[in-house]
């Protein structure tokens, strides 16, 4: 197994880089289950959110690659209100303006939660997300990354805009909770539209799957049919961040 230790003080990528000019983090007091991120020009948001969440996001990782850590990183709940001082009016798209504001969230959640991370690559189930024969089924367009969800167990929608095919696999590993590795070689950006059932199983043999009580076929059928790509099940390596420390923050 290949091991890297990242201690994030020390780590460059966390540490340096661009930073918020001003942040509030306190415990959340709201009753509320459910919690929320936000990002508007030169501002971040996040109400009733764990450390967990935080780091899912800043990293970005999905739920399976953040394990260890105390039990209180699932449990506390903080609000942060962070301010850039600016409006990042330089950056070309909002896939860029999210890649800014995950390095300041990383570089915020390492100095006030004192946060320790080591990265390993382990070997899991993985997916590998191709081209299907006949080619692609999306439209180019210029790389903005802008996605749209919408889950529900009977019909889910999701609307892309300037997508590539990376941040595509970053969106289906997190609904296929499975990592999603990007096999389709393509270099450009697409819009698209796919309407999916959570609920199916893998169709075999490539076969279209649909069940009777599902607005829409499963998601690999899905992928097929309306984008003309396909997710291949396979044994694969994916990195997983092991907290080794956090601390509670500070009231400020």
């Given amino acids: 197994m290949k091991l890297a230790l990242f201690l994030l003080p020390a780590l460059g990528a966390w540490g340096q880089g661009p930073v918020f000019e001003v942040a509030s983090v306190k415990p959340s007091q709201s009753l509320r289950e459910g919690s929320s991120i936000r990002n508007q020009l030169g501002r971040f948001e996040a109400e009733n959110a764990t450390l967990f969440k935080l780091i899912q996001y800043a990293l970005p990782a999905q739920?399976?690659?953040?394990?260890?850590?105390?039990?209180?990183?699932?449990?506390?709940?903080?609000?942060?209100?962070?301010?850039?001082?600016?409006?990042?009016?330089?950056?070309?798209?909002?896939?860029?303006?999210?890649?800014?504001?995950r390095a300041r969230l990383r570089h915020l959640i390492e100095d006030r939660f004192q946060l320790q991370l080591r990265e390993?690559?382990?070997?899991?189930?993985?997916?590998?997300l191709e081209v299907n024969k006949g080619g692609v089924r999306m439209t180019a367009a210029?790389?903005?990354?802008?996605?749209?969800?919408?889950g529900a167990p009977a019909g889910s929608t999701m609307?892309?805009?300037?997508?590539?095919?990376?941040?595509?696999?970053e969106v289906l590993?997190?609904?296929?909770?499975?990592?999603?590795?990007?096999?389709?070689?393509?270099?450009?950006?697409?819009?698209?539209?796919?309407?999916?059932?959570?609920e199916m199983?893998?169709?075999?043999?490539?076969?279209?799957?649909?069940?009777?009580?599902m607005a829409y076929p499963s998601l690999f059928t899905a992928?097929?049919?309306?984008?003309?790509?396909?997710?291949?099940?396979k044994k694969g390596a994916a990195p997983v961040w092991v907290v080794v420390r956090a601390e509670k923050p500070s009231e400020n």
């Fill in 201 to 213: 199983p893998p169709p075999d043999a490539g076969a279209s799957t649909k069940d009777s009580s």
């Fill in 142 to 150: 210029p790389p903005i990354g802008n996605v749209n969800l919408n």
């Fill in 173 to 198: 590993s997190g609904i296929a909770n499975r990592p999603v590795h990007d096999d389709t070689g393509l270099d450009g950006a697409y819009d698209l539209e796919l309407k999916y059932s959570l």
């Fill in 63 to 101: 739920d399976f690659q953040v394990v260890g850590g105390p039990s209180w990183i699932r449990d506390a709940r903080f609000d942060i209100v962070a301010s850039t001082g600016q409006s990042d009016s330089d950056v070309k798209n909002q896939a860029e303006r999210i890649v800014r504001i």
């Fill in 223 to 233: 992928l097929k049919e309306q984008l003309g790509l396909r997710l291949i099940g």
């Fill in 120 to 128: 390993e690559q382990r070997e899991m189930p993985v997916y590998s």
């Fill in 159 to 169: 609307s892309g805009k300037g997508m590539t095919m990376p941040r595509l696999a």
